[in-house]
């Protein structure tokens, strides 16, 4: 039975999801998303208090059942650029040719829709000082399809294509024979299992700690972590790199709050939550033309996070917002960058890392109850970007990065039991994320990441969500 339930939950919850904040959501499920991820210090639903503060689950003193489960549809673009003669000088196919021209494009993601599930419950009775939750929460992911590009300037024996657009051709996407990446695909999700518990240590001040069990797979294509089998002018064989179906890897970590709510519409909380650490990504590698590859292992732990938060209400209106600190510099897979050096002192070709940055997130949030069983919501999510212009290549697999995010929900309460919530997300990068093309083989004192001159590679995206949940409250026992 636990077996069919683990599967059960690794199926709904890898159905795909993608990131808002870094590569982390920026909420859970549709009330918490609706005012923009912030719960810290304003508990409205369930979800939302369990992911962002265990203490803030005091709030609630019945036994609360609540699912939700988003449509998401992203647009990722990913373009580079070559300058002038890149490709080939002048005078490559006879005297007087001239060289290759400046090569511009631009590839669509073809993804297509992801979901996004979330299920929690929690325990509360009044007058109890205790509250108990258990939640099964997609907190993180990301994912790219960028397909290989089919406006190629010459063919795979080298012969010059007449019919080539050089203002419409994508050379990162290029087949790996032009020294491109080819069909770019990725995928990563990570499903979070957590039991919590608050404590109320006053009437106004409680505490809650929750321990975390964690699921997550990763899927490379190709995959940047292993060593390229280089071409025969290097001693290889040109097959490239390797590519990697998707494989898991289990982490653990744990989260602790505190909670205060002053009784006069004034709350505030905070809480901290841990670095989930994870076992490695065992990688089993196959080259493009179905040999096997040298495997590798990866780990990528989930970074640290530290949420503090304010709420306010008053009449008809609840005020939530919370400020967050992500600490990727210090989270292994995501502190270091740049490519491997073999033992011969040769860059292997492998990257290191993400080489991501610490970032900052603010969440706010409005909720109107002014309407009879139709409360309405307004929220907003800025967050700075993790990725450096100088590593903008080593990320082309996890371009999901949104800067302003836009949230309208509602809610209808059918009977003091059933409640039905809904959510528009809108999403936008606020422009591209730019750096050069990088290669080992440049690699140099002066060009430690190996800078192609002239290049450059971008991506930016827009994000679109409809999110739907159910709440149930289960009747309170009465007494004959």
């Known amino acids: 039975m636990k077996t069919t339930f683990m599967k059960l939950m690794v199926l709904l919850f890898s159905l795909g999801l993608y990131a808002q904040t870094g590569h982390i959501m920026q909420g859970v499920g549709s009330i918490n998303m609706s005012m923009g991820g912030a719960s810290t210090a304003q508990p409205l639903d369930i979800s939302g208090a369990m992911h962002w503060n265990p203490a803030a689950i005091s709030v609630f003193d019945d036994k609360i059942l609540k699912f939700d489960l988003g449509f998401f549809f992203s647009s990722p673009e990913l373009s580079s650029s070559l300058p002038t003669g890149m490709l080939y000088p002048a005078g490559t196919f006879g005297p007087g040719t001239p060289a ?118 990763l899927e490379l294509n190709p995959n940047p972590l292993a060593s390229p089998d280089f071409p025969p002018s290097m001693g290889g064989t040109g097959k490239g790199y390797p590519k990697a179906d998707s494989t898991p890897a289990f982490g653990f970590g744990a989260q602790v709050g505190v909670f205060y709510d002053s009784g006069h519409g004034l709350k505030l909380g905070a809480s901290y939550k841990t670095n989930q650490t994870f076992g490695e990504f065992e990688f089993d590698n196959e080259y493009l033309d179905g040999t096997d590859a040298p495997d590798v292992n990866f780990q990528m732990d989930y970074p640290a996070i530290v949420s503090l938060g304010l709420g306010y209400s008053f009449t008809n209106f609840d005020f939530a917002l919370d400020f967050r600190r992500v600490l990727y510099e210090n989270t292994e897979g995501f502190e270091a960058s740049g490519w491997e050096i073999g033992s011969n002192g040769f860059p292997t070709g492998s990257v290191k890392g993400f080489g991501w940055q610490d970032i900052s997130i603010i969440s706010t949030g409005l ?9 309405l919501r307004l929220g907003y999510t800025y967050s700075t970007n993790p990725i450096d212009e ?67 590679v971008s991506y930016e995206m827009t994000t679109s969500m409809a999110m739907f949940g159910v709440n149930y409250t289960f009747k309170k026992a009465t007494k004959d």
């Not at 909720?367 to 409360?375: S, W």
């Open 367 to 375: 909720q109107y109850k002014g309407i009879n069983r139709l409360p």
């Open 390 to 456: 100088e590593l903008a290549f080593f990320s082309t697999p996890a371009t999901a990065i949104i800067k302003h995010a836009y949230q309208f929900g509602l809610s209808y309460e059918i009977n003091d039991n059933w409640r039905l919530d809904a959510v528009y997300h809108y999403g936008d990068s606020d422009g591209a994320t730019e750096g050069q093309l990088l290669s080992p083989m440049n690699i140099s004192p002066n060009n430690p990441l190996g800078k192609i001159p002239g290049t450059s």
């Open 100 to 217: 290759s021209p400046a090569t511009f494009g631009t590839t669509e993601d073809d993804r297509g829709m992801s979901y996004m599930p979330a299920i929690g419950m929690v325990w509360g009775k009044e007058n109890s000082k205790h509250t108990f939750g258990v939640s099964a929460f997609g907190i993180s992911g990301f994912g790219v399809t960028f397909p290989q590009e089919t406006n190629l300037p010459m063919d795979m024996s080298g012969n010059p294509n007449m019919n080539w657009d050089p203002n419409n051709s994508n050379a990162i996407n290029w087949p790996q024979a032009l020294n491109g990446f080819g069909h770019i695909e990725s995928d990563y999700m990570l499903l979070q299992v957590s039991g919590t518990y608050a404590y109320e240590l006053t009437d106004k001040i409680s505490i809650g700690i929750q321990p975390n069990f964690n699921y997550a797979a």
